[in-house]
Nanobody, 121 residues
Framework: QVQLVESGGGLVQAGGSLRLSCAASGSIRSINVMAWYRQAPGKQRELVAG???????NYADSVKGRFTISRDNAKNTVSLQMNSLKPEDTAVYYC???????????????WGQGTQVTVSS
């Protein structure tokens, strides 16, 4: 079974930093795009940042210049370094990855369980 496990959320004051990590495990043949999404109370889930296997990245306008996504292809991990955090960054953050399992001939979208990030003013 393929699964994604996140870590690194927590409570931080405005202006502070947090680093989220996500590890994919199981029988994995390949991983394409890895990304971080977030969902604040009463709002839709939104893309925060994504990164391809080749290292190309994209960011939501609201986090450009503050957040950095990176991945380690050898370890099947993706991280999100969040600096200059603002109260509006408060949300549950979800890791997402497009993974082709060893047993499948197709790629599927997998989600982590989510990790809470709370930024106090």
């Amino acid at each position: 079974q393929v699964q994604l496990v996140e870590s690194g959320g927590g409570l931080v004051q405005a202006g502070g930093s947090l680093r989220l990590s996500c590890a994919a495990s199981g029988s994995i043949r390949s991983i394409n795009v890895m990304a971080w999404y977030r969902q604040a109370p009463g709002k839709q889930r939104e893309l925060v940042a994504g990164i391809t296997g080749g290292g190309s990245t994209n960011y939501a306008d609201s986090v450009k210049g503050r957040f950095t996504i990176s991945r380690d292809n050898a370890k099947n991990t993706v991280s999100l370094q969040m600096n200059s955090l603002k109260p509006e960054d408060t949300a549950v953050y979800y890791c997402n990855a497009h993974i082709r399992p060893d047993s499948a001939g197709a790629t599927f979208s997998y989600w982590g369980q989510g990790t809470q990030v709370t930024v106090s003013s």
